[in-house]
């Protein structure tokens, strides 16, 4: 199928199980934050599968051809998978600056980073459970991980990179032997930090990888609109991703008005296209996300485009993500009606 349809990875809570002003209060938390859901331990997890199983069925009434778990049981993209490791203190937390420069409670590094279990796994396997489409999850990458945490054990960071990169790659794995058709690594950090990331991200990057032979995404964006309101016109860190393993690269093109001739350094990538603007609460026409496409298809082939929203879209409220998903699998048809094959 020529321009196939996902979300990044989050889709928007409901209020009944999360305080959603308390979440957009406050910068995305790396150590847990409990204290952002509404129902208490005994009837959360039922809580967060009921809306889990509401998050599928809205992608698929959107139309959308993969469909994700919307991220609906994490307080962040990543400090679930990141705060289940071995070798951190979560009781006795450090801090590390966020990328908007702000000082946030992280976890605090004081042994070798280790997967003691499998994290997400029983979320795909809920997810396969309750939908036929093609399923993505997303777990986050080893660099960005590094960067959300406080070491204070590792002689360097290339070598806590590492580690974090060995319990990614383990969780990878274990993911795709579960029935994953596309498994997400999410790693802002490295154009937040595009000199670390240079310097050995993209090698833990890479570590994450090895062996893994199904279909790998790797996420790269400036932010949530939520939270970082200005945009530069281009990548501190995106042609060095012709170098990762991952077959496909998520980038934002919308809100940053992207100047889509970097595209063309990703020769032989799928690339996901962010074509929903998510700081507009405005439903854009498919006519508007059809032309925003069609910038980068003056830099790509057909082949390699996947339409998405430039980022996760948890901070949105449900009607708007709703109306952007419907209005993007319309842009899709209009897409595959004028690049139809002959």
């Keep these: 199928m020529l321009f196939p349809t996902t979300i990044v990875g989050s889709y928007p809570q409901p209020e009944w199980l999360i305080d959603r002003a308390k979440l957009a209060g406050r910068f995305p938390p790396r150590v847990r934050a409990r204290e952002l859901w509404r129902l208490p331990e005994p009837w959360l997890a039922q809580a967060q599968d009921d809306a889990t199983l509401l998050a599928i069925r809205a992608q698929e009434d959107a139309g959308l051809d993969i469909v994700s778990d919307g991220e609906i049981r994490r307080e962040s993209y990543s400090n679930r998978f990141a705060t289940a490791l071995d070798g951190v203190d979560l009781d006795n937390p450090g801090t590390a600056l966020d990328r908007s420069g702000h000082p946030n409670p ?158 063309e350094e990703l020769a032989g990538k799928q690339i996901l296209v962010g074509c929903i603007d998510l700081a507009d609460m405005n439903v854009e026409t498919p006519e508007v996300i059809a032309g925003r496409i069609r910038r980068a298809l003056q830099h790509v082939k057909p082949e390699q485009v996947i339409l998405a929203p430039d980022c996760g879209m948890k901070y949105l409220p449900r009607e708007v993500a709703q109306g952007k998903l419907a209005a993007m699998v319309e842009a899709a048809k209009q897409l595959r009606a004028e690049y139809a094959r002959p």
């Design 106 to 263: 992280v976890p605090r590094i004081v042994g070798r980073i280790r997967r003691r279990h499998a994290v997400e796994v029983e979320d795909l396997k809920f997810l396969k459970r309750h939908t036929n489409r093609m399923t993505k999850i997303t777990v986050p990458g080893p660099f960005t991980m590094l960067q959300q945490a406080q070491n204070d054990f590792y002689f360097s960071e290339e070598e806590a990179a590492m580690d974090y990169a060995e319990a990614v790659n383990g969780e990878i794995h274990d993911l795709f032997a579960a029935g994953a058709d596309i498994v997400q690594i999410d790693e802002p950090y490295m154009q937040a930090r595009p000199e670390k990331a240079r310097q050995y991200g993209l090698a833990a990057l890479n570590r994450a990888l090895e062996g893994v032979t199904g279909t790998t995404c790797v996420h790269i964006c400036f932010g949530y609109a939520a939270i970082i309101h200005q945009r530069p016109s281009g990548y501190s860190f995106l042609p060095e991703l012709a170098g990762c393993r991952c077959r496909q690269v998520s980038i934002e093109t919308a809100q940053s008005k992207l100047d889509t001739k970097v595209l």
